[in-house]
Each structure stands twice: as C-alpha cells, then as structure tokens.
C-alpha cells in the first residue's frame, strides 16, 4: 500500500505546475455544486448491492455553458457519446470519430498545460520535439484500439477505459473515472452516487475537494470505490497519466506525488504502447491522513 511512501519530488513538481496551468479548472461552488452526503459502505467484490448513503446526486450544478464554452471541454463531450459501453463488442470507429479523435488532441495541445507535459516528455527523452509526432504518440497511447477481452475484437482503448467507462461480461463497471462523465451518465438517470469512500469519521471529504474516492452505481452494476479528479479539465488529467504513463514500462505503475493540496496515488496500468487504465486514489488531503 502507498501510505507511508515518500511522494515522488520530480513528478510532484512538473504535476504542481500542470496543476496551476490548468485555467479550464472549474471553481466549485460557483462553476458546480457538488453534495457528498454519506459515507458510503463496504461493498463485496463481484457484489451489485449498495446501500444507499447518498439520496440525492453528486452534482448539485454545473454550469453547463460554460463548460460546452471551453473548446476543450466541448470536444471532449463529443467523444464521450462515440463509444459502445460493453467490452467485447467490436468498436466501429467511423472517420467522423477518428476526426473527433485528432480535434480533441489538436485543442488540448493548444494549451499550456499540455505544452508544458510535452516540453517535460522531450526533455526526458521519452517523446519527439516535433508536434505533429507527439500528437501520433498521444493518439496511440489514448485513441489506439486493443483486445481488451480475449477473443474478442478490438473492442477498448484507453480514452474508452479511462474516461467513458465500459462494463466486463455485463457484471463489473470499469473505468469510468471522469467527472464530466460521472455528471453527465447522473442527469440521464444511469449513475447512481451512493456515497463518498473515507476510512473514518475524521477524514470527511469538503465539497471543494478536486479529488475525491466514490462509490456509485452505473445502468445497475456497482464501483465499490472510485477515485475521480472533480473540476479538472481534460487536457490536465491527459497530461497528468501520459506523464506516468511514458515514464515507466512497467506493466502497472503507481506512484505517490503531492499536486496541491492532495496527498495521491497515481496508478496507470499499460497495455502494449496504450493505456490500459489509469486513475488517481486521495490517500490524504489539507494534512487529513486517510
């Protein structure tokens, strides 16, 4: 377990400054709402009951204009409609998608918090200079489709797992760690918060956490626990796992860093030269220890 590890300096630095480039960072509780409600309870692996710690939803508000107003914030919304849920069905990928695909890469490389990731990539020698050839790697690792179920087609990617969530054999939830996603499957009725995940009474979430552990329900399976960036916009959490992504070959790396004031882990597991998953555990935050 990560508690008790030293956060890795390095990565704690370039993330920190990733994170006070992030100008598309939603404010809470003026950009959205969120309502934590209970504390949710201990859920058995493979088990599809929860009881229900949360009666309302997560998002109280979000200010939907503003974040369709960001380009890429919009683009981004646009992906998330392009995939089919269950692994082990092929993914189609029309050439309107694959052209979303690049929109998405073309308007987070347009920021500086995806600059700075490239310009820390090149200088440890792990991406080309040249943008057009870093654009092709990041389509790989995020966009490039992969077997995830054996036998199947190529039915996942890393964007899909990461962002859109999919389910395994129509039992298990994977991935699904997006908050912009998480807010939109709840006004359509599909996710169902049950509550945030805390070890004891003393390390109670604040609604203006950017990072928090959750446990919900999704078309009726359910995610014990979760670990989501709130408010973040896309291009940091790219940023942020393409970083730990390239700096590792293992296939599952987990480091611990420090960006604000969030004690994390970082987990990113590889598939071939794609992200297989990558999600971000809160082991203590404003000096709570969890």
């Known amino acids: 377990m990560a508690r008790g590890r030293q956060a890795d300096q390095e990565l704690t630095e370039v993330l920190n400054q990733i994170w006070r480039l992030d ?42 204009d503003k974040l369709k107003g960001i380009e890429t914030y919009a683009h981004f919304i646009n992906l998330l409609d392009n995939y089919e849920m269950s692994t082990g069905v092929s993914e189609t990928v029309t050439s309107q998608e694959r052209l979303e695909n690049k929109l998405f890469i073309d308007s987070i490389m347009e920021t500086e918090v995806m600059k700075t990731a490239h310009k820390y990539l090149v200088n440890k020698g792990q991406s080309p200079s040249d943008t ?61 918060y049950k509550g945030y995940k805390a070890r004891d009474n ?66 990113v597991y590889r598939h071939g030269r794609s992200i297989g998953t990558s999600f971000p555990k809160l082991l203590s935050s404003n000096n709570r220890d969890l």
């Open 23 to 64: 100008t598309n960072r939603l404010r809470p509780g003026t950009d959205y709402i969120i309502s934590l409600q209970g504390r949710a309870g201990y859920v058995a692996q493979g088990s599809n009951y929860a009881r229900d710690r949360a009666r309302a939803p997560l998002f109280t508000y979000v200010n939907e």
């Open 132 to 192: 057009a050839q870093f654009k092709r790697q990041l389509y790989d690792i995020w966009f490039r489709l992969y077997h995830r179920e054996r036998g199947g087609g190529e039915d996942s990617c890393g964007f899909e797992h990461v962002f859109v969530g999919e389910t395994k054999y129509g039992q298990e939830i994977m991935g699904l760690h997006n908050w912009v996603q998480f807010y939109l499957q709840e006004k359509h009725d599909h996710v169902d």
């Open 202 to 267: 003393k390390d109670t979430p604040d609604e203006d956490d950017h990072v928090l552990n959750l446990q919900f329900s999704w078309k009726g399976l359910v995610k014990p626990v979760g670990g989501s960036f709130i408010g973040v916009s896309p291009e940091f959490e790219v940023a942020l796992f393409t970083i730990i992504f390239l700096m590792s070959t293992e296939k599952m790396t987990s480091v611990v860093v420090k960006v604000d004031e969030y004690v994390l882990e970082l987990v």
